[in-house]
């Protein structure tokens, strides 16, 4: 691999503030495929050595009560790591739909508005009287998609209705997550942003990234909601596809970029997954684990030169401690020669995590700070992390 000595400034502003970070996570989905051992629930959510830090965990919530079981044991240890707890429902149950069906779509009765806050309120009370409390509750999942699978058909004017009927028989210990939308569609969250009953009621603007790029949303922003995309996955590619793992890190800088608090991939455990059908880590979980591991909840992503030069992009964070991060994704082939210039605030000492084709989050050097300033090398078609001492 070629090295470049020509160097790239990169600007790092402690001063300019951005999005606070929720956290990075994956959806566990038993009773749908099976569901995490302990040994992999570990990987996914502790944050040791070859283990990815999740710090969020979706989960669904049946329209049958009688399943809810199932999602206890590895809710209950993502939580017992720090894991906040996300509930997304596919559909009510059948008798509260318009086509008394859990598949296909349809939509909930209006006569149904109260059952279905109930059912809501049933599940995350469960969950929490089993030590697996929700921090987050989503509405509906995928409202403007129609499979043939568990689904329901809402509306933007059905979501306003809806909260502006219920709103206040939520949890207000619970984030309440709206639209979910399959594509981030902002038509749908428009509407609820600009009711202002509707709006009142919702803490979170969720979506997922099916067929569109991370994009900042600024109404959402200005009503003091966050953004967490809550549902993707690039392909079904070989998990360990070093290639298709780099596609994951540029996306993952790219929603934050788009100012979203939570990025959660689809299935944790899958051949795409963030563990592969055996339970290693893939290449794709140590993408991931170069944000995840090092960018916590609570910190706060800040100014950096998003794009030093071409193919090479730059995001950085802090916490209330002074800890800095620095999160590099270089898309080009070779070594590329970055200087670092920290302003309105400094550390002592950065030290580098990489993950390529040939290495998984391992160490590549220590950078003394000198003057707020750093230099160091960012490996060619790689992901790597600089983290303050």
Not at 12 to 38: E, K, R, S
Not at 276 to 290: F, I, L, P
Request: with cysteine; hydrophobic share 35%.
């Amino acid at each position: 691999m070629s090295l470049n000595v020509y160097a790239s400034s990169v600007y790092v502003n402690f001063n300019n503030p951005h999005q606070q970070i929720d956290g990075f996570g994956g959806m566990n989905a038993p009773g749908w495929v099976a569901d995490l051992t302990t040994e992999q629930a570990t990987k996914a959510f502790g944050n040791g050595n070859g283990q990815i830090g999740l710090s969020i965990m979706r989960m669904r919530i049946s329209p049958d009560s009688n399943q809810w079981y199932k999602q206890v044991p590895t809710a209950k240890l993502a939580y017992s790591y720090g894991a906040k707890l996300l509930a997304t429902p596919w559909s009510p149950p059948a008798y509260m739909k318009t086509n008394n069906n859990v598949n296909n779509g349809g939509k909930l009765e209006t006569q149904h508005y109260w059952g279905y806050t109930d059912h809501l309120m049933d599940f995350a009370s469960y969950m929490g009287s089993n030590n697996a409390p929700i921090y987050a509750l989503s509405i509906q999942n995928e409202p403007d998609w129609h499979p043939d699978y568990e689904s329901c058909d809402w509306s933007g004017s059905d979501f306003v209705n809806y909260l502006n009927s219920q709103g206040s028989r939520l949890d207000p210990s619970l984030k309440i997550v709206a639209p979910e939308s399959l594509g981030f569609n902002p038509v749908l969250a428009d509407q609820i942003l600009n009711n202002p009953t509707a709006s009142r009621n919702v803490d979170i603007i969720g979506g997922h990234l099916y067929g569109v790029k991370p994009k900042n949303y600024p109404l959402a922003l200005q009503k003091g909601k966050k953004l967490w995309m809550t549902e993707h996955y690039t392909d079904t590619d070989n998990a360990n596809d070093w290639n298709k793992a780099m596609d994951v890190g540029l996306e993952l800088h790219q929603s934050m970029v788009a100012n979203y608090s939570a990025y959660i991939w689809w299935y944790i455990r899958r051949s795409y997954g963030l563990l592969t059908e055996d339970g290693n880590v893939s290449k794709r979980g140590y993408v991931m684990s170069q944000f995840s591991k090092f960018i916590r909840p609570g910190d706060v992503r800040i100014d950096a030169t998003e794009s030093p030069e071409a193919n090479v992009y730059v995001t950085a964070y802090k916490n209330n401690s002074g800890k800095l991060v620095i999160a590099v994704v270089n898309r080009s082939g070779s070594s590329k020669r970055l200087d670092f210039t920290l302003q309105n605030g400094t550390v002592g000492s950065m030290t580098k995590y990489v993950t390529s084709a040939s290495k998984n989050v391992v160490y590549g050097g220590k950078y003394q700070v000198s003057n707020n300033r750093f230099t160091a090398y960012a490996d060619g078609w790689a992901v790597m992390t600089f983290v303050s001492e």
